[in-house]
């Protein structure tokens, strides 16, 4: 069943207990009110004509007769004066039925050896109360009486008005329940449409956001959740292509060796060294494609509070054993900053070994580190600097294609929340600059 009709069952059902329950007691309350009625007036007029049989001296027809012209019956209301001979006297209000005429009803009700109760008449149930009075040797029964169907006729119609009223309700409810469902649910209905169009070739549908609610955080969470697949799934491609990129060029050196191998053995020992450094190449290619791997993890960083000049110390010392070149300290940055000294240093020693790489034996290279601006939100920059032939073009710089080096080091600086930069004028040397906030 789907959620909407589930939602629009729930409500209809809790609105129609509630409504239930209003119609049973308002219905019990009437009932109970009218019969409540009905019973006191009975026991009123009986009394009434028991004082004044009392008080007056006569004939019991006559006094019967006098004592029902001062009354006025309510409504479905009728008095008899029922003799054991003769006609019956009878006071009415409102009533077609002629109860004085149905002589079986009148005998059912004098017989009886109480003093009030119901029957059954053509016109429906006849509540009737009696008093047995006696006079100058003649006797006869005063009865009055209610004809139920009349008297809770308002009650019934009242009823029959609030069920219409409710059903009206109900139907009401139901189309009210039906739209504001749908209208809570379209963001549910987004994200599974979303979740039924996204295939691992498109990661790029979103939903949009609006209000403040659980659904709309539903679909945030979905949204983050769609990011970070399709990060996943980026990174997976990215692997990919460098792996195949990076590691074809190895196997293919090793290959075409192994298939010339001949028999002599200081050629094989030859094709072994040339093998083994290839394989040392293509384990560090590895490394360093899961290096860049590992830069989207959240775990990729360990920032700790550093010093800076002994951080810069530490880096200088170990950049002085890449190559025979001059090595410049210019600048030591001073105070402290959170970052990941590991990184850092793998970043710049990555930077150095590219300077090394481009520049002759004995030509110089520079590194140094500095902080600009304010203690709380200022800029930590370290940079190498070589004489070498420059950067042609800087657009392929980070590239992968050119190799895997520069990627790394731009991972490791947007990681930390900053960048890279370079300036560079051919033929007169580069300078990188790695800044990552303090």
């Known amino acids: 069943m789907p959620a909407r009709v589930k939602i629009m069952c729930w409500l209809l059902g ?25 019973n006191r007036a009975l026991e009123q007029e009986t009394t009434e004509f028991s004082a004044y049989a009392e008080t007056h001296a006569g004939e019991v027809r006559a006094v019967a007769q006098a004592h029902m012209g001062l009354q006025y019956p309510d409504e479905y209301e009728a008095h008899l004066a029922v003799p054991r001979v003769g006609s ?40 009737w109360a009696k008093v047995h009075a006696v006079s100058a040797g003649s006797d006869m029964w005063f009865v009055t009486g209610y004809f139920e169907d009349g008297v809770l006729a308002p009650v019934h119609s009242t009823v ?28 549910v209905r987004m994200v599974r449409q979303a ?22 955080a539903l679909a945030q969470q979905f949204n983050s959740m769609l990011d970070r697949l399709d990060r996943s799934f980026r990174l997976q491609r990215q692997f990919l292509d460098d792996a195949s990129h990076e590691l074809r060029t190895p196997i293919t050196i090793v290959r075409g060796h192994l298939e010339l191998l001949g028999d002599d053995p200081a050629e094989r020992a030859e094709v072994v060294r040339l093998c083994t450094d290839e394989l040392d190449r293509m384990a560090r290619l590895v490394e360093d494609l899961l290096l860049l791997v590992k830069a989207e993890r ?27 070149r001059r090595w410049v300290l210019e600048s030591i940055a001073e105070g402290e900053a959170v970052l990941d000294p590991q990184r850092v240093t793998q970043a710049l020693v990555q930077l150095a070994s590219n300077a090394v790489r481009h520049t002759p034996a004995g030509s110089t290279i520079r590194f140094g580190s500095s902080v600009d601006g304010v203690v709380s939100c200022g800029v930590v920059s370290f940079w190498i600097a ?33 960048t890279v930069r370079v300036r560079s004028v051919p033929e007169e040397g580069a300078t990188f600059v790695v800044e990552v906030p303090r």
Not at 169 to 176: D, K, N, R, S
């Open 14 to 38: 809790l609105m129609t207990l509630v409504l239930a329950t209003v119609v049973v007691v308002v219905w019990r309350f009437l009932f109970v009110d009218a019969d409540d009625r009905m």
């Open 386 to 418: 070589d004489s070498g032939p420059g950067v042609r073009d800087e657009t392929l710089l980070f590239s992968r294609s050119t190799g895997l080096g520069l990627p790394i080091v731009k991972a490791i600086a947007e990681a930390h929340g900053g």
């Open 298 to 324: 959240p775990d990729f960083l360990r920032p700790v509070v550093t010093s800076l000049p002994e951080l810069t110390s530490d880096i200088d010392a170990k950049l002085r054993a890449l190559g025979d």
């Open 88 to 127: 019956v006297l009878v006071q009415r209000s409102n009533v077609t039925y002629a109860v004085e005429n149905d002589r079986a009803v009148l005998n059912t009700i004098t017989a009886s050896g109480a003093s009030w109760g119901v029957t059954s008449t053509p016109a429906g149930p006849f509540r």
């Open 160 to 187: 029959r008005v609030l069920v219409l009223v409710s059903l009206a309700g109900l139907l009401i409810a139901a189309l009210i329940a039906w739209f504001v469902a749908g209208v809570i649910l379209a963001p």
């Open 195 to 216: 979740a039924a169009e996204i295939t691992e070739d498109d990661l790029t549908r979103r939903i949009p956001l609006s209000g403040n609610d659980d659904v709309a």
